[in-house]
């Protein structure tokens, strides 16, 4: 870890990860942070807009999901970028594999900060976040069900 | 229940502490998670309360979760609340809110804050609650 975020930024430059599936995005942005680079998210491409809209932020490089929902998809938001905001790169990443990889790209351009862990690691947390929330919701469910007919919540 | 001692490898840092930020306006979640992060805090953003839970009913480790009541998404913040509630039970929780606390989000929450968010005081009452929650096994 890095205290001094200013100094991480300008040493590393700063990455806007879009990405609308929550637990693709954090796993990612977390290796990014791990690896030296300032990230800021965007859960879809109009909060983006937002972000890049403000010049006073700098992007180094905008790395998107190809398909969100909201009114632009990765590959608008990259003609958006490539108008607007020219010196700023653009990585467009339409699987979860693909996602993996560039992030290890990312890493790797890194002079000062080695690669935290193996980009198979990070694809194999993405998988087990993922397996992790599907019995989980049954669960919640079932007991939001019993919380409301004034059972116990456990 | 969920089993949250799924063995994770590459970890959001599992000894560190861990913060929920759940915010749907981008710049201001941007802020709450710049300043807790420059804490040396982990954070997770959320974008609305869909994806909130999303992430506490994943197997990450999380100790508090910080909320705006009011959220674009199909769960707001005191429907996340209620949810926390449920699958989180030692959570501690702070909800936020442009107007003044109604009952239930009195009842739901460890704290509640008046938007726009006073950074440092929110900065800091994240960490005391942290801090209890270290001392109390979380």
């Known amino acids: 870890m890095v205290d001094n975020d200013a100094e991480l930024a300008e040493l590393a430059g700063t990455v806007l990860v879009v990405e609308d599936e929550v637990l693709i995005r954090l796993v990612i942005a977390q290796y990014l942070r791990d690896c030296g680079y300032r990230v800021i998210e965007a859960a879809h491409a109009d909060e983006a807009l937002l972000v890049l809209r403000k010049s006073e932020i700098e992007i180094d490089v905008v790395f998107t999901d190809v398909e969100m929902p909201g009114s632009m998809d990765g590959f608008a938001l990259s003609q958006w970028v490539r108008s607007n905001r020219p010196g700023t790169d653009v990585i467009l990443a339409g699987s979860v594999g693909r996602a993996v990889q560039a992030a290890s790209d990312l890493c790797d351009q890194q002079n000062n900060v080695p690669k935290p862990y193996d980009p198979q690691n990070v694809h194999d947390r993405i998988r087990r976040l993922l397996a992790s929330r599907r019995p989980a919701k049954r669960d919640l469910q079932s007991a939001l069900e019993r919380a409301s007919l004034g059972g116990p919540v456990q | ?138």
Do not use: W
């Open chain 2, 1 to 138: 229940m969920v089993n949250f001692d799924v063995a994770c490898k590459v970890d959001l840092e599992q000894d560190q502490a861990t913060v929920l930020v759940a915010e749907d306006e981008v710049l201001i979640r941007l802020m709450i998670a710049d300043a807790l992060r420059s804490e040396g805090l982990t954070v997770i953003e959320a974008s609305s309360g869909d994806e909130a839970l999303s992430v506490l009913q994943s197997a990450l480790p999380i100790q508090l979760l910080v909320t705006d009541i009011r959220m674009a998404s199909e769960l707001d913040g005191l429907a996340l609340a209620r949810a926390a509630r449920v699958a989180r039970p030692g959570l501690k929780l702070i909800v936020a809110s442009s107007q003044q606390a109604g009952d239930e989000a009195t009842n739901l929450a460890d704290a509640f804050f008046t938007k726009p968010y006073a950074l440092s005081a929110l900065v800091e009452r994240v960490k005391s609650f942290l801090k209890e929650a270290q001392h109390g096994g979380q």
